[in-house]
Structure formats: C-alpha cells, structure tokens
C-alpha cells in the first residue's frame, strides 16, 4: 500500500487510540473496574473494535494493526474484530485468492506475538476446496488455538461460504470461550450447548447488512445480545461495523460489551468507528442457568450430557494445530 494511503487510513483511526469515555448518566452503564488485591486471573479485559470496512485488504489491515496498538495501550487481554474484517462484507468472494488469505493471517499473527495479546478476528478461510465464513483465535504467541466457522448462513452466505459443522469452543489465556458469527444470535442452542460445556464468554463478531429502517430497529441494544448473556449467566462481547456499507445497506454499530446479569458495561455509537474496552470479573460469569439445565427436567439430563460430550469432541475434531497449513 502506498505510504499516502496508509497515513490517510492511520490518521482516520485516531479515534480508535481513544476508548469510548464512559457515559456514567447512560442507563446500564457500569464503570470499569480495578483487578481485586492485583488477582489478575479474576479478570480479563477485553476489547471490541467497531469498523468501518476498507475496499482493499491491505487498507483493512491497517486498521486491524492501529486498533490491536491501541488496545494494547489500554492494557486489554483479548480484542475482538467484526466478521470479515479483513476484506468487508460485500467483498467480491469469488476474486479472493488463497495467498491473500495467508499473507492477512501471517501478518495477524506477527502481531498477536510481537504485542503479546490474544485476537479474535473474523476472516474467511479457505479449507481445501471450501470456502468459509471463520472467527480465527490467536493467542499471544501468535500461534492460531482454534478456527470456527459459521454453520448457520444467510441467504448472501450460502452463495459463496461452505457451512462449519462444529460449536466453537476455546481458552483466551486461563478462560473458556465461544463464539458465534453474525445471523447465529438468532440460535440460542449454539450459545448454550457451549455453556454447558465449560465456556464463559461469548465473542459474536458481526457485520451488519441491512436495509436502513431494520439497522435502526437493532440499536440501542434492541438486538436480544443482553438476553442471550441474562439467560446463560455469561458475558457477551460484540464486534460490529458500522455505517454505510453500499447499495443502500447499513450496519447498525452498538458494539457491546454485556454482564452476566444483562447490564451493559460499554456500548459503541451507531456512527463511528472506535473501541470499547470493559474488566470482566469471570467470577460473576457463572453459566448457572445453562448448568441448571443439565439436571432438570430429568427426562432430558441424558440427553443433554450427551450433546456436551459431542459438543467438545466436535470442537477438537473441527480445529487441530495442524490445520495452520491451511493458511502458512
């Protein structure tokens, strides 16, 4: 990328260098706070970096870059990016070519290392033959720990994604993770099946595709996000993009981070690109709800165990170390 380009893109991120400042008069609002008696495996601080997509992979890539720098600054343990952020949404799929996908996840992972943070990034990723919609984890060796693709397609999705077939499930350092993609937020059993087995935050990167009347209708948390993290006793962090995204489609934006309880811990604007960064205190996330449901009604407790067990072998089976060679 040409030098004045990349400090055309740099100097519009500025304002992802500087956290949404907490809005203390906004209902729902809880305000950050310190690790208790410095017990720093009590908390994870985590941030959601809300996008507006580049037509070019590198231009992309250069956001990516100044928000991972900036989230480092604020000292967070993981960051989450929206779903495809590494070419958009309405990327022509069908020109993508698998070097490309490899030099973007290279330099991904170049990054988690030399910064020391975990990443959470939502690519597509060639398997094979297959093309598919993926959230990809690095952690802060840069090493990829897990790859989960989207099984539940939009109508846009299935023209050119292969479905995943498996739940995701993962650590970001000592604690137990999910995700889910975009249009899954409307199948609760993909958040509670991994729940039960084990995980405690969900990570939803998003990129919002709508007509502009339904991306109003989803803000100011009209989105089920404070439900589904209420209903499973776990947090919710979610990545959005935002603005304008062509032929007369929006993204919503309202990234979120969400309690256990279903307040709201931090909460993006609905037009600009910027970053939220909340403390999780992992005690409070406690999938009670979720575990509870293993054991009553009884009829179904059999049942239930048995999907976990399938939940977690299928999790293993759906990403093993060895497929970096997908993308290496």
């Known amino acids: 990328m040409a030098a004045a380009e990349t400090n055309a893109t740099l100097k519009t991120l500025s304002s992802l260098r500087r956290v949404l400042p907490a809005a203390a008069s906004r209902r729902n609002i809880s305000p950050m706070k310190p690790y208790p008696n410095g017990n720093r495996r009590s908390r994870l601080r985590v941030a959601a970096v809300q996008m507006k997509f580049e037509l070019t992979i590198p231009g992309n890539l250069a956001k990516i870059e100044a928000a991972l720098r900036a989230a480092v600054l604020r000292r967070a343990d993981a960051v989450l990016f929206p779903e495809c952020a590494t070419t958009g949404y309405t990327y022509d799929f069908t020109t993508l070519k698998p070097a490309e996908i490899r030099e973007a996840l290279a330099r991904v992972s170049a990054l988690a290392a030399r910064l020391h ?48 077939n498996a739940l995701a499930l993962f650590k970001v350092d000592h604690v137990t993770a999910t995700a889910i993609i975009c249009h899954e937020r409307r199948y609760p059993e993909l958040v509670r099946l991994a729940v039960m087995a084990g995980a405690r935050i969900l990570f939803h990167p998003n990129a919002g595709l709508d007509p502009l009347p339904v991306s109003r209708r989803k803000r100011c948390g009209r989105d089920g996000i404070a439900v589904r993290a209420f209903e499973n006793a776990i947090y919710y962090v979610f990545a959005n993009s935002v603005g304008p995204q062509g032929g007369g489609k929006w993204a919503a934006g309202d990234s979120k981070i969400v309690a256990p309880d279903g307040c709201c811990l931090r909460l993006a604007d609905n037009q600009n690109e910027t970053m939220i960064v909340a403390d999780l205190d992992l005690e409070q996330a406690t999938g009670s709800y979720a575990l509870e449901s293993l054991l009553a009604p009884r009829f179904l407790a059999a049942s239930w165990s048995r999907m976990v067990a399938l939940v977690r072998r299928q999790a293993r089976k759906g990403y093993r170390r060895s497929d970096d060679s997908d993308w290496r």
């Not at 598919?132 to 840069?142: A, E, S």
Request: a positive charge; hydrophobic letters at 40%.
């Open 117 to 164: 943070v975990n990443v959470l990034l939502g690519p597509p990723v060639v398997r094979g033959r297959a093309l598919q919609n993926c959230l990809v984890v690095f952690d802060r060796r840069g090493r990829m720990v897990h790859r989960y693709a989207k099984c539940q397609l939009t109508e846009s999705d299935r023209r050119v994604f292969t479905p995943g």
